[in-house]
């Protein structure tokens, strides 16, 4: 059990350029999350993948953001044209995805610094 | 409305000494889990405890505890006998029931805690 890897640690771009996340859930995780967190806030869902069906997308996804999970593995979050609203720390978690969400238990990565000049 | 409310934004504690941070919800539903997660200043979000709306013990997890009163809707961390490695975020999150569309889990704004050598 490795963990959930999220790369890069940082990115640092320029308003309207566009980035890529990546994120590796735990292997034998089906459930796989996005979340958004800024500065003195908590986290913030933005979506979420039950295996490679994006099952619930929050309306802070707008349509400058799109999230993959091709074949229920791997998953990137990409923003197009960012903003300097964007900054943010994106996390990813993950979860084994039997039964019940009530008391599903969800492992985070380190999450993806962005900073938006 | 506001799900989640942590009322201390920060909090110093004495080595050694028992601390509680504090957490109430809002839901109606009646089937609901609340957590506990910590953020070092890495980054990771790392789940400290759970609790369940159906479950008549709190619930403890080593020196972590939660004082669960449904009454008052409140689930408060209890660390007891901190250590410097406690200092860190600490964020309470709820997920309700188990019906599609609330699968997102909701966090609160977060308590940071410094254990004071």
């Known amino acids: 059990d490795t963990g959930v890897s999220q790369n890069p640690r940082h990115k640092i771009t320029k308003r309207g350029q566009n980035v890529t996340f990546r994120c590796d859930p735990i292997?034998?995780?089906?459930?796989l999350y996005w979340y958004r967190q800024t500065l003195g806030q908590g986290p913030e869902f933005l979506t979420y993948?039950?295996?490679?069906?994006?099952?619930?997308k929050s309306r802070l996804l707008s349509d400058r953001f799109s999230a993959e999970r091709p074949k229920g593995s791997f998953s990137t979050l990409e923003i197009q044209r960012t903003e300097q609203g964007d900054s943010a720390m994106y996390l990813c978690?993950?979860?084994?995805?039997?039964?019940?969400?009530?008391?599903?238990?969800?492992?985070f990565g380190s999450g993806t610094q962005l900073s938006v000049l | 409305a506001q799900k989640i409310t942590q009322t201390q934004p920060g909090m110093f504690v004495q080595e050694k000494e028992a601390v509680t941070l504090d957490c109430t919800y809002d839901?109606?539903?009646?089937?609901?889990?609340l957590f506990w997660y910590k953020q070092p200043s890495s980054g990771e979000m790392i789940f400290l405890i759970y609790?369940?709306?159906?479950?008549?013990q709190n619930a403890t997890e080593g020196r972590y505890s939660l004082n669960f009163q449904k009454a008052r809707k409140s689930a408060n961390l209890v660390i007891s006998a901190s250590q410097l490695g406690d200092s860190a975020m600490y964020f309470c999150?709820?997920?309700?029931?188990?019906?599609?569309?609330?699968?997102?889990?909701?966090f609160g704004t977060g308590t940071r805690l410094t254990i004071i050598p």
């Open positions: 999150a709820m997920r309700e029931g188990a019906v599609i569309g609330n699968e997102k889990l909701t």
């Open positions: 839901t109606s539903d009646p089937s609901y889990g």
């Open positions: 609790q369940g709306s159906y479950d008549q």
């Open positions: 993948f039950q295996n490679e069906a994006q099952l619930e």
């Open positions: 292997s034998e995780h089906n459930r």
């Open positions: 978690a993950s979860s084994l995805g039997q039964g019940s969400f009530t008391n599903e238990k969800l492992f």
